[in-house]
């Protein structure tokens, strides 16, 4: 081999995580309300004429906000509101051969607020309705390498069984090599480009953060192996639950880089290098040095406060509004006021009038919730704003610090002002509020 090796800088891990909650008796309660929640917000739809998407449809599981997937091998299917895990609900009476609940932990949770936190965080989400025993399904075991691996090729493997290289799939351009796969399911090694991977990624600013805070002073060369392994794969080395992955992943990465074989050519003695000649090479220098350095400690460590990710990932829906709603009108009632159509359309109107006002002058001005901040010479006048529409800003600031595209420093700056001016007004919101 002409390259020379250094030992590249690593970033160990899970990538993928499947898995099965084992529900209690009173699982068909839960299972029910998420019933009667989809029927009511496709009726409010229909009711009002108007089209409808999946995705339009929003859920609440323990007051934490969930978007509707659509149903899929007899599973109704919802996506965490910041999208880190999906999760999935069956009837209890059918198919009973599989677990009521299942769990797709996604790189948007794991990498932003830790894989043990976002375990902690579903466990909470269905207290009351699971028994604590997680089986695995899937789980994908990786590694990220601060280095150009477009050297290597499919020729360079060697596979302790016949099956796993029985199907190769590479993808280079310009002679370098930008993804492998190796082996098919229930175990499977893929390698690829991640920074190639991530340009057009909505992923990718989260993942150039993680990356530069675990230790990756540049960006330019990162590839992710990773190992894919399904239930009957793991199952044979005594992992079952989730809790069986955590204490014995590493053992399990360590085997498959040795299932797998990455193979430093020059070490076969004679110019043959067929299949038995390349069983005889050495363990090329990268696998060792993956072997000796994949450790779970630190990436476990990551762990964000739980009970601000469940303030943050709350939302405030119909059912919370028409519930003040039914108390102002018993109020109302009680006082001898009337509240009907008309009632309604004055309040509407004044509330519609104190928008305009509000938006009047304003450069620029409050759009469909819309605000350009792009530009960081543009600024709102905070001042003129209601404390209605003060609150409101502060609702599209929290959404726009989501968004990988705009400036992240402007947007603090200006959700630390109006915190600040919201307080002057005697309205103390805690900075991690939802309007």
């Not at 530069?212 to 005594?238: A, P, Q, T, W």
């Not at 955590?246 to 797998?260: H, K, M, V, Y």
């Not at 939302?315 to 309604?344: C, G, P, S, W």
């Not at 509330?351 to 960081?376: H, L, Q, R, V, W």
Request: net charge negative.
């Amino acid at each position: 081999m002409n390259n020379i090796y250094n030992a590249p800088n690593i970033i160990s891990g899970i990538d993928t995580l499947y898995y099965f909650y084992e529900s209690n008796d009173l699982y068909d309660d839960l299972f029910l309300d998420i019933l009667d929640q989809l029927e009511d917000v496709k009726g409010r739809f229909e009711k009002r004429d108007i089209t409808y998407s999946n995705k339009d449809i929003k859920i609440q599981i323990n007051k934490q906000a969930f978007t509707f997937n659509g149903k899929a091998q007899g599973f109704f299917w919802f996506t965490h509101i910041d999208e880190y895990f999906t999760i999935g609900f069956k009837d209890h009476l059918t198919n009973r051969g599989l677990n009521d609940i299942q769990l797709q932990l996604n790189a948007n949770g794991i990498y932003t607020i830790g894989l043990k936190t976002l375990l902690r965080y579903v466990d909470d989400l269905l207290v009351g309705f699971i028994t604590g025993y997680k089986p695995l399904t899937r789980v994908d075991l990786n590694i990220f390498v601060q280095s150009d691996l477009s050297w290597i090729s499919k020729e360079m493997f060697v596979a302790r069984k016949r099956s796993y290289t029985s199907i190769f799939k590479e993808v280079a351009s310009k002679h370098k090599l930008e993804t492998l796969y190796i082996g098919k399911k229930p175990f499977l090694l893929r390698l690829y480009n991640k920074i190639e991977e991530l340009k057009n990624s909505k992923k990718k600013e989260m993942m150039y953060e993680y990356f530069l805070n675990n230790g990756f002073g540049s960006l330019e060369n990162v590839f992710n192996i990773e190992f894919e392994m399904h239930r009957d794969y793991f199952k044979s080395f005594k992992i079952d639950t989730v809790d069986d992955l955590l204490q014995r992943g590493e053992l399990l990465f360590q085997d498959s880089l040795n299932a797998i074989r990455l193979v430093d050519l020059s070490t076969i003695t004679d110019n043959t290098i067929d299949s038995k000649n390349k069983n005889r090479a050495s363990t090329h220098p990268l696998w060792e040095h993956l072997n000796a350095s994949y450790k779970l400690k630190d990436f476990l460590a990551l762990e964000a406060p739980l009970e601000r990710i469940k303030r943050k990932s709350y939302r405030y829906t119909i059912e919370e509004a028409m519930e003040e709603q039914y108390a102002l009108a018993r109020k109302a009632y009680i006082h001898n006021i009337v509240v009907d159509e008309q009632f309604y359309s004055e309040v509407l109107e004044k509330f519609n009038k104190i928008k305009k006002s509000a938006y009047s002058g304003m450069t620029p001005a409050i759009e469909n919730g819309c605000i350009d901040f792009n530009n960081p010479s543009i600024e709102i006048n905070i001042k003129s704003l209601s404390n209605l529409d003060l609150e409101k800003y502060l609702y599209i600031l929290e959404e726009d610090m989501k968004k990988p595209d705009l400036d992240l420093n402007i947007l603090i700056k200006r959700h630390q002002l109006v915190h600040l001016e919201l307080k002057s007004r005697g309205i103390d919101k805690p900075l991690e509020c939802v309007f």
